[in-house]
């Protein structure tokens, strides 16, 4: 069963994400900023990480970007509500499987789960 850590700086986006995909089947942290994400990376190993883009103190990018130094193998989706190109652009450069924008559709974010946790199984294999 995959591990997924979620990180928002929104309570209710936070709950729904970890709510959503617990009922997938998979087994999921959560932290409520970027500093406590990456503590929790450094403690515990993840399939995959899913990243608000626009947090306080430590922003999302930090986030990908911690995450990979860690483990370059973990997938990390950035989430955000203030798409651009260039954001997308600079979150695929450093290594982000995917950028989905807010509001989402949830159904949708279990596809891209599920593409980026089979994209990390077929690395390993």
């Excluded at 990180?7 to 709510?19: A, E």
């Excluded at 929790?40 to 911690?66: A, F, H, I």
């Excluded at 979150?91 to 924008?101: E, H, L, P, S, V």
């Amino acid at each position: 069963m995959p591990n997924i850590l979620v990180v928002d700086d929104k309570d209710s986006m936070r709950d729904m994400l970890t709510q959503t995909l617990s009922e997938e089947g998979y087994r999921v942290d959560s932290a409520a900023n970027g500093r406590a994400a990456l503590e929790l990376v450094r403690n515990k190993s993840y399939d995959l990480v899913l990243t608000d883009m626009k947090m306080p103190d430590v922003d999302g990018l930090e986030v990908l970007s911690g995450v990979k130094e860690h483990d370059d193998e973990t997938s990390v989706i950035v989430m955000t509500a203030y798409g651009t190109v260039e954001t997308a652009v600079s979150a695929m450069k450093k290594g982000a499987f995917d950028f989905i924008t807010k509001p989402f559709d949830t159904e949708h974010l279990c596809v891209l789960v599920n593409r980026a946790l089979e994209s990390r199984r077929m690395q390993a294999e």
